[in-house]
């Protein structure tokens, strides 16, 4: 997960706005597949290590390693900066002439865009074998919003963003460039077009989505700016819908995306209305990437077996899904969340599950933590009980309602502390470790659940929700 975050971070404060105002990408869940994802649960977790509670970030730009040698044609001696070279120089940034010294590995880096796209593109059947002159062809641009920019010398991250309009941060982050001075000469940078925010329909003046590409398990922030004051404001990531609320001026909504959301491309829809009762709509796509998860065999007891019918599972999911509905606006929390117990993960969320040979597959909707019975169980953040109660599967279960749609689950509990409608503060007291439900040893099971989806708890222990 901290390898993630960094680029996590990165890509969160990039601005999507560009990529709303036309093409833009968004993600989202559907609703039918988070049904399905009847997130049973809880169970002890065998101490299988596995730490995919965050997929490493492939690196699309990754070039083979060891990549022979591009064999080169030398003409006269070889000054690759300013030899005119055997074929002209195309003013188009999608089309480059191979000069020398240059690789396909090379051009790639160069360009952002991986080797292996740019040989499929050219339909190069022997890629390192490149020759001086010949021309590579560079897929188009992500999208409509971006234009490709050759660095030329004297170029510098604030000249080109200053020539553009915009700023150099997000011309860093667009390109992932991992420093401010990294530009190198004939280099290709990908610009989001300045405009392109000033370009959406009034009364909205910034629309921003992160992460960009969310992966399972993760939550989506959207952000929004308007230029009048709005009287209502709504939106739909895939069918489920976005909750906004207010917050220093901006209108922010969480999702959540589940395990289960099928990875791919998502439409996301967001409507305003001012006080004047100007009414605007704006659509786009969100991509949702896949997490990596883990897989687990589980054995139950004859005792517990009742436990593994569906009907069970979607009669318990029903019953949460009904307590998630609950929408305050206020925000009860402030930065990360705090840890229930102080123990260690023994079961990741997402986690894939197979119980007695079959008899129920499902994912694991929270992390199993370890605990003797009895352990203090405290408040992740401030809020309010939204629940006490015994569920069959997550047994003593105690809810908190920390506002905006967020909401943590404290599973198998032998006893509880609070009573529903408590305002608690995060760190109190409420409730004690236990073994009750389908439990198959005494552990703390805890969820997470944003905009009625439940998600990895580690990304809102580990980071501040906005
Ligand atoms: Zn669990």
């Given amino acids: 997960m901290s390898k993630l975050r960094p680029s996590l971070s990165n890509l969160s404060r990039y601005v999507v706005a560009a990529l709303l105002a036309a093409v833009f990408v968004f993600p989202s869940f559907a609703p039918s597949v988070s049904r399905a994802q009847d997130e049973p649960a809880n169970d002890t977790a065998p101490a299988t290590p596995e730490p995919n509670a965050e997929p490493p970030t492939p690196d699309p730009n990754a070039a083979p390693t060891e990549a022979p040698l591009a064999v080169i044609e030398v003409i006269a001696t070889p000054e690759p900066t300013d030899t005119p070279l055997p074929q002209p120089r195309s003013n188009d940034p999608l089309v480059r002439f191979v000069q020398v010294g240059e690789t396909l590995n090379s051009l790639a880096a160069q360009s952002g865009f991986s080797a292996s796209d740019l040989a499929q593109r050219n339909g190069l059947t022997s890629p390192y074998l ?3 002159g010949q021309k590579i062809r560079l897929p188009a ?10 660095v030329s010398a004297g170029d510098t991250m604030v000249s080109i963003a200053a020539q553009y309009g915009i700023s150099p941060y997000v011309l860093r982050h667009t390109n992932d460039l991992p420093c401010s001075a990294c530009l190198v000469f004939g280099q290709t940078l990908r610009v989001p077009q300045a405009g392109a925010a000033s370009a959406l329909p009034e009364p909205f003046e910034r629309i921003e989505v992160s992460p960009i590409v969310p992966r399972q398990g993760e939550v989506v922030v959207v952000r929004i700016a308007a ?33 289960l959301q099928e990875p791919g491309v998502y439409p996301i829809t967001i409507r305003a209305i001012t006080q004047n009762g100007l009414a605007s709509v704006v659509q786009g796509r ?7 998860f883990g897989y687990e065999t589980l054995n139950l007891s004859a005792k517990l077996m009742p436990l593994l019918e569906p009907q069970v599972n979607l009669e318990e999911r029903a019953e949460l899904d009904a307590i998630f509905s609950d ?4 925000q009860w929390w402030q930065g990360p969340l705090q840890w229930p117990i102080n123990s260690k993960v ?12 079959g008899m129920l597959n499902t994912f694991h909707s929270g992390i199993d933590l370890t605990a003797r019975v009895g352990t203090a169980v405290k408040a992740a953040a401030p809020g309010r009980v939204a629940a006490a109660q015994t569920f069959p599967i997550r047994g003593n279960v105690i809810i908190l309602d920390h506002g905006r749609g967020v909401f943590t689950v404290y599973c198998h509990l032998s006893r509880f502390e609070v009573e529903v409608g408590q305002i608690v503060n995060a760190g109190d007291v409420i409730g004690y470790t236990g073994n009750t439900g389908r439990s198959l040893g005494p552990h703390l099971h805890f969820e997470l659940a944003v905009g009625g989806v439940t998600v990895n708890p580690l990304v809102w222990l580990e980071r501040e929700l906005p």
Wanted: charged letters at 15%; glycine letters at 10%.
């Fill in 130 to 132: 490149l020759l001086v």
């Fill in 141 to 150: 641009p992500p999208s409509n919003n971006i234009q490709l920019y050759r």
């Fill in 227 to 259: 230029r009048a004051p709005l009287q209502q404001i709504t939106g739909m990531l895939a069918d489920r819908p976005l909750r906004f609320a207010q917050k220093d001026g901006e209108y922010i909504a969480l999702s959540g995306i589940s395990a």
């Fill in 286 to 292: 969100l991509q949702v990437g896949a997490g990596r």
């Fill in 327 to 330: 929408f305050s606006g206020t």
């Fill in 346 to 357: 023994v079961s990741y969320y997402g986690t894939r599950r197979n119980f007695n040979r």
